[in-house]
């Protein structure tokens, strides 16, 4: 079954892709079929719809009822292991 992913930064360019990539690139690894939408943090709400887990490169103080993971790892090189272990644990429920 797809999951669907969100990963959501301030301005969903720069930081977004780089965290989006590493998602999917993680995904294909382990054989998790994705699909991954790329937005900004204000659209988080109206995209909710079928959403397995958001993954931010910003702080968000929000419940949305769904997991949420900090994608800063994947921007800083900090603790990148740490988030994908969680990445993989939420989508492999």
């Known amino acids: 079954m797809k999951k669907k992913v969100i990963v959501a930064c301030g301005g969903a360019v720069a930081t977004s892709t780089v965290a989006a990539s590493k998602v999917a690139e993680l995904c294909k690894k382990n054989g998790i079929d994705v699909e991954i939408n790329q937005i900004r943090i204000s659209e ?45 644990d939420v989508l492999n429920i």
């Open 44 to 88: 988080i709400e109206s995209n909710l719809t079928g959403v397995s887990l958001i993954v931010t490169t910003s702080k968000v103080k929000r419940d949305y009822g769904v997991p949420i993971i900090t994608g800063m790892p994947f921007i800083s090189g900090v603790g990148v292991e740490a988030t994908e272990k969680a990445i993989l």
